[in-house]
């Protein structure tokens, strides 16, 4: 089951930073967060993650509180082509390596 | 570098047919993992190899999904005989390394869309 808990839907006007949230108040100390969107039928495309340091890369920035309960994924500038379904993740198995719960994201529209 | 690879990208089969997806991981990726969605439902995770073994086969619906990963390198999922709700998107992913959390980032495939009639 889903780690995680996100806004059904968001708009953003073009150009403007989109702000996704996210939060995890259940997740441990080994636990990553991963950022993954969905365009379309593609296949799920990897944006970011990172465990208790804010990151960014090309494509985004990654906010994470101090206490790790919840997160904040930034796109700076959005275009029409960021539109697709946005899925917060978290996950880190020691043992097992990766599994993935995506639940239901956050569909956001990039508005021109 | 090529991507993750998925052959066929649809597939059309009866109900009680056989039906074998292939997924090709990014080269030097020794974990591959397979999800699929269904009827419009969340992305759910099937297993996991690591290079050619089954590290974790939690997800797999039934006995009637058998996937394989002879050699390390690509990978089949074969459903056998195939049931109505067996229908949806099957995706493959693949990822550098399983356990340093710093490489864990998966890639994914385009999928495979399969219909069963």
């Known amino acids: 089951d889903a780690k995680t808990t996100q806004p059904t839907s968001m708009d953003c006007a073009e150009g403007r930073a989109a702000n996704l949230p996210c939060n995890h108040s259940t997740i441990s100390g080994n636990e990553y967060v991963y950022w993954y969107r969905q365009i379309h039928s593609q296949g799920p495309q990897y944006i970011i993650h990172?465990?208790?340091n804010n990151e960014t890369n090309e494509m985004a920035s990654l906010i994470i509180t101090e206490d790790r309960k919840s997160s904040t994924l930034i796109l700076p500038h959005a275009t029409l082509r960021d539109t697709a379904v946005y899925y917060c993740?978290?996950?880190?198995?020691?043992?097992?390596?990766?599994?993935?719960?995506f639940g239901t994201g956050t569909s956001l529209t990039v508005i021109p | 570098e090529a991507g993750v690879t998925q052959f066929p990208s649809h597939s059309v089969i009866e109900k009680g047919q056989t039906v074998t997806l292939r997924c090709d991981p990014i080269?030097?990726?020794?974990?591959l993992y397979w999800y699929r969605r269904v009827m419009g439902k969340e992305i759910k995770f099937l297993l996991h190899?690591?290079?050619?073994?089954?590290?974790?086969e939690s997800g797999m619906p039934n006995n009637r999904f058998l996937a394989e990963r002879t050699g390390g390198t690509y990978s089949t999922l074969k459903v056998q005989p195939a049931e109505l709700e067996d229908s949806g998107v099957y995706f493959c992913?693949?990822?550098?390394?399983?356990?340093?959390?710093?490489?864990?980032?998966?890639?994914f495939g385009q999928g495979t869309r399969l219909t069963v009639v």
């Open positions: 190899f690591v290079k050619e073994s089954k590290q974790d």
């Open positions: 990172g465990l208790k």
């Open positions: 080269s030097g990726h020794d974990n």
């Open positions: 993740i978290v996950s880190y198995h020691p043992n097992t390596g990766n599994q993935f719960y």
């Open positions: 992913a693949s990822s550098r390394d399983g356990w340093d959390p710093e490489n864990t980032e998966a890639f």
